[in-house]
Structures are given as C-alpha cells and as structure tokens.
C-alpha cells in the first residue's frame, strides 16, 4: 500500500508490460506524460483506476500501474460510471478513442458528460481507426480517402469539443500529444475539477494517419496554426509583428489584424472559461483550420454539482427519513405468490 504522502515517481507508474504501440505513435508521448503528472496529484497509487474500451488508446490500463479495466467497445463511460458512484473516493480516468468513444460509444460517452460524473476522460483523436488497419472514422476530414473510403468519405466529421459542449460537459480542453507542458498542465487542471473533465488529445497515427496534427505538433508551426486559451486573456496568436486575433460578433468569429496594436482596442474577444453559457465555447469550438486557428486550452470551467455526490445525498437523505430499510421485507411487500409445483 502506498499512501498519499509517499514519495511516488513517473517509474512507481510504470508497469511491467511491454508496450505494444507502433514506432512512432503519439500514444507513448500521452502514457509519458500521463505517468510524469499521476505522482504530483497527491492521490494515493492503489486508488487510481484507468478504464478504456477497444482501440489502441485502450490497452492504456496495461502500462499504468494502478488498477485497471480494460472493457469493452465504447462502454467505457457506463463502467467509470459505476465505479465511481460505488467508491467516490477513487480517482477515475477514462481512456478512450475517437471510434471507440464517438461511434459505438457516442451514447455511454453523452450520458456520462451530461451526468456531471467525477471522472476524467481522456480522448485520444487521430482521425482514424488504427487498430483495425486504417478505416475511416467519425471524427476523420471530409473526403479522407482510407481502406472503407476509398472515394474520400462522405460523412460530416464530428468535433469533439463540440460534441462535449453540447452533452453539457463542465469542463472542455484539448491538448496536443507531444507538447508536454501543455499536456501536462491540462491533466493537472481536469483532476482539480469536480465533475466530468473532458480532454481531447490531438494524437498521431504515424502508421494510417501520419502528420495528420502536424501544424499544432511542430514546434515552429504551431505558432502560426493554434490559438493558445488563457482565461482573461484575448484571442491572439501569431508572430508579434504579425499578430491577429479573434473577434466575435453575433456569436460569429472572424479575424482581425492586430500587429503590435492593442488586441481589446480592435475589438478582439477575451477568453473567459467561466461563462455559465456555453454559447461562448461553442462560437471558439467553431474554429478549425485553415481559416482560423485551432484553440487549444481550456474551452469551458464551470461548477456544477456531479452524479455522485447528488446520489450519495439521495441515499442520505432516504435513510434519515425511512430508516435503513429491510430487504427481506422489501421482497415480501406488497402482492406475492406462492407457486405449488
């Protein structure tokens, strides 16, 4: 037994398993900086729980070494569910994909998000199904061409943070596999949330998907391509000569031209996570490339109260007012039977 005072390191995480992920995969960089961030959340070891579906992203459990669940495709989420509402106490992390949580798991995913669970869902997007050999999937570009879509698909993309948003997640970010700090900082900001904090993971497939993400994952051209959120700050991005930044009128994003002018003096938005809305976020989820940036960050922070502190009330409150309750008696009220054979 460990206890949250001990001294724990990225190697007390480690598992004795061999990691069988592709040369290449984003996949390592996110188990690296999962297994750097899990000593510094003062959570005893022997109660963190790692659960995932089916996928590459699901054989997470394996190299964590926490308890673990590795289940079943897409029911992630109702598994989290009934660990944490049975033992709040623990610390939940959800691993997923975006086929395993979009496509056969949209409804476990939806569910979860909008019970306000006290879980953390990590969701790992690389626009393809990689276990399976390179299929399209809900989350890949319209007209990608792939072994199930060899005329380009034809099927509107889902956005991840979008679809977070509109289940009403109370806590909304996305990171990029490699960028360490990044990522690191956005794992340390959905365990301080209480309620379900949803992280989408930009993550590479260099096998069926290569360089899908490369404008956010290269050091130099990230700069150019992602609009970094900072609560209170505004919306630009950019190389300081040539900053520009985001405006939003009506609820409509479009970009203005900043320079070294004032951002707010040209009607530039700033970022607040906080808004009890989430018209806000949807208007920043709305940016994709390459017409606009791609925001990573925090989209959205808000408290609410989550599913299992409001049942552990329910039960508090029924037994206060009905008393511990009888099973034997429960079973015999009411009609019965008695079947002679």
Known sequence: MTSATAKLTSKDFQ????????????????????????????????????????????????YMNTYGMHTIHGRAPAFATGIKASRPELSVWVVTGDGDGL?????????????????????????VYGLTKGQYSPTSRLGMRTKSTPDGAIDHPIDPIAFALGAGATFVARTVDVNAPHLQEMLHRAHAHRGTAFIEILQNCPVYNDDEWIELED?????????VLQDGEPLVWGAEDQRRGIRIGDGIPSVVSVGADDPVGKGV?????RYETPAYSFALASLQRPEFPLPIGVFRAV????????????VTDAVSERGEGDLAALLHSGDTWTVDK
């Open 269 to 273: 938005a700033i970022h607040h996570e």
């Open 303 to 314: 408290e609410k109260p989550s599913y299992e502190r409001s049942l552990a009330q329910q």
């Open 103 to 127: 496509s056969i798991g949209g409804n476990h995913l939806l569910h979860t998000i909008r019970r306000n669970i006290d879980i953390q869902i990590l969701l790992f997007n690389n626009r």
């Open 219 to 227: 050091r130099k051209k990230r700069v150019e391509a992602s609009l």
């Open 15 to 62: 598992s004795d398993q061999d990691i069988r992920w592709c040369p290449g995969c984003g996949d390592y960089s996110i188990l690296a900086n999962v297994q750097r961030v899990m000593p510094e959340l003062g959570v005893p070891r022997e109660n963190f729980v790692f659960v995932s579906g089916i996928g590459c992203s699901s054989r997470f459990p394996y």
